[in-house]
Nanobody, 122 residues
Framework: QVQLVESGGGLVQAGGSLRLSCAAR???????MGWFRQAPGKERELVAAITESGDDTYYSDSVKGRFTIDRSKAKNTVYLQMNSLKPEDTAVYYC????????????????WGQGTQVTVSS
């Protein structure tokens, strides 16, 4: 079992920044990780993913160039740095983990966090 705990969400004005964290418990290093988000009335969508090695990353077109995913093996934590935030980035953000990055990217991860709310005001 992998327990994932997100933090770092909050309210920010458009153009601002937030850094989300996802702390993983147990066997963190063998898992690919990802961030998803779900806005009210919309389907959950991939935001970013990173391989277990950290060598490869994937981003949705809507966040490319604004968001950065990275991971700290020492801290068993994956981060999502969000810059130039827009009101349309408002959503609950979820952390996900799975042994294969393609499974993460497809949204079929075995493990999910509880989510953290991000609200961007205009």
């Amino acid at each position: 079992q992998v327990q994932l705990v997100e933090s770092g969400g909050g309210l920010v004005q458009a153009g601002g920044s937030l850094r989300l964290s996802c702390a993983a418990r147990r066997t963190f290093n063998i898992y690919a990780m990802g961030w998803f988000r779900q806005a009210p009335g919309k389907e959950r969508e991939l935001v970013a993913a990173i391989t277990e090695s950290g060598d490869d990353t994937y981003y949705s077109d809507s966040v490319k160039g604004r968001f950065t995913i990275d991971r700290s093996k020492a801290k068993n934590t994956v981060y999502l740095q969000m810059n130039s935030l827009k009101p349309e980035d408002t959503a609950v953000y979820y952390c996900a983990a799975d042994s294969l990055v393609r499974t993460v990217v497809n949204g079929n991860s075995d493990y999910w966090g509880q989510g953290t709310q991000v609200t961007v005001s205009s």
